[in-house]
């Protein structure tokens, strides 16, 4: 924030943070004044996975390949404010709004099929990615996410797993045998890490708190913490592929 700023006008400055102004709308004759988003919990989580896999190795620098709108780059600055970092996505669009979110993180808009990056990374992140690339080009794009590896790079990729259906927006759904087959050409270690644990009680709980938020939305921040934290402490890791809804690949050069 400009050091020249008064109070008042740093107050609007962070208030730009979230664009606020873009909340309330009418469509189809329907005033709507909320955005809710059921699986907000969930995606929290998926990157809550990967900071994880981080915490016990040294790195000095992290390309997040697909990074969309950026968040996952703002939450790896707030853990690791000293790693240089950068997020890459095909996707103008979402690079704009990166960038106006993140105005102190970089961000290209790059396809990595069809132009490498400048230079290497120490580790390379690729969630929610591999689903919404055409099947046929998923070993070359898992090729291309190894060419931004330094020798010795490591890559966390997280991906819905096939127990859950596949959403319209996808191509496809992995299980480990499936991503193996794409990742054993590159990498000498792969761990699988199966989260996201399937429970009808959680599921449940869910529904009851709003469910995708049509009608009714619980917002008390103590019931909504108390679920975050059941979910985070016995829902986010699940311990076999067989009750996961989601699956993450550590891979080692």
């Known amino acids: 924030m400009p050091d020249d700023y008064d109070e008042e006008q740093q107050i609007q400055e962070q208030q730009y943070e979230h664009p606020y102004h873009y909340l309330p709308r009418v469509e189809d004759g329907r005033y709507t004044q909320t955005q809710y988003w059921s699986w907000g919990m969930h995606y929290l989580g998926g990157m809550r996975v990967v900071l994880d896999q981080l915490a016990d190795w040294s790195f000095d620098s992290v390309v997040d390949i697909g990074c969309g709108d950026g968040r996952f780059l703002r939450e790896l600055h707030d853990a690791y404010p000293a790693v240089e970092s950068l997020g890459v996505d095909y996707s ?5 709004m990166a960038e106006g979110m993140n105005p102190h993180l970089d961000y290209e808009a790059r396809n990595i099929l069809e132009e ?12 929610e990615v591999l689903e919404h690339i ?28 096939v127990n859950k259906a596949v959403a319209d927006k996808h191509y496809q759904h992995f299980d480990a045998e499936r991503l193996r087959s794409l990742l054993d050409p590159h990498f000498s270690d792969i761990e699988f890490v199966p989260f996201d644990r399937q429970s009808k009680l959680f599921t449940v709980l869910e529904l009851a708190l709003g469910g995708r938020g049509n009608h009714v939305i619980v917002n008390s921040p103590p019931i909504t913490s108390r679920l975050w934290r059941l979910y985070r402490d016995r829902y986010l890791y699940a311990s076999t592929e067989d009750d996961c809804r989601r699956i993450a690949a550590v891979c080692e050069r």
């Open 92 to 96: 103008e669009r979402s690079i704009a």
């Open 116 to 127: 490498e990056l400048d230079r290497e990374y120490d580790v390379a992140t690729c969630i």
């Open 134 to 161: 055409p099947p046929d080009d998923c070993p070359a794009f898992v090729a291309a996410i190894v060419d931004t590896l330094a020798p010795d790079g490591r890559l966390v990729l997280t991906v819905p797993h």
